[in-house]
């Protein structure tokens, strides 16, 4: 299942990676409760950000390239570093709209990768792009984002 999970991960931000295993020796001497919920979606969580961290930066496209991934708040949070692009273009409202829209035909998708991906992310993903080291937007999706296209 984690493999699956994996490969939600590179669907989503489009970017091809090498299958991962979780590292197992995590959370070996703890007292937690395995069968909790909380630990169960963490550790799942780890098992899908951890390899693709590892491989960072990816390179996504002439312009982008994938430099941070990481969880808060069963958020999974993706940072990009934008090349040949000036602020002032990644600013524009139809720029944002475009990547907004790509972002979402990719997120709502009804599969059942995007099924898992959403249940180990429940509340969303959030897309930080930067130019110059410099956070100049910010586009958050959450799964009420693609209620029209759900039952």
Do not use: W
Not at 56 to 76: E, F, R, S
């Amino acid at each position: 299942m984690l493999k699956k999970i994996a490969l939600i991960f590179v669907s989503l931000i489009l970017v091809s990676c090498d299958n991962a295993k979780p590292n197992s020796s995590q959370n070996d001497n703890s007292i937690i409760e395995p069968s909790s919920p909380d630990n169960y979606l963490d550790e799942a969580q780890d098992a899908v950000i951890n390899p693709i961290r590892k491989k960072l930066p990816i390179t996504v496209d002439q312009i982008t390239t994938l430099t941070g991934i990481y969880k808060n708040d069963n958020v999974i949070n993706y940072q990009y570093d934008v090349k040949k692009l000036t602020k002032y273009a990644l600013l524009l409202p139809t720029t944002q709209d475009t990547i907004r829209n790509n972002l979402l035909a990719t997120y709502c998708k009804d599969t059942e990768d995007i099924r898992q991906l959403k249940t180990l992310f429940p509340n969303g993903a959030n897309y930080h792009y930067f130019i110059n080291n410099q956070e100049i937007i910010i586009i958050e999706i959450e799964p009420s984002d693609c209620a029209p296209n759900q039952t």
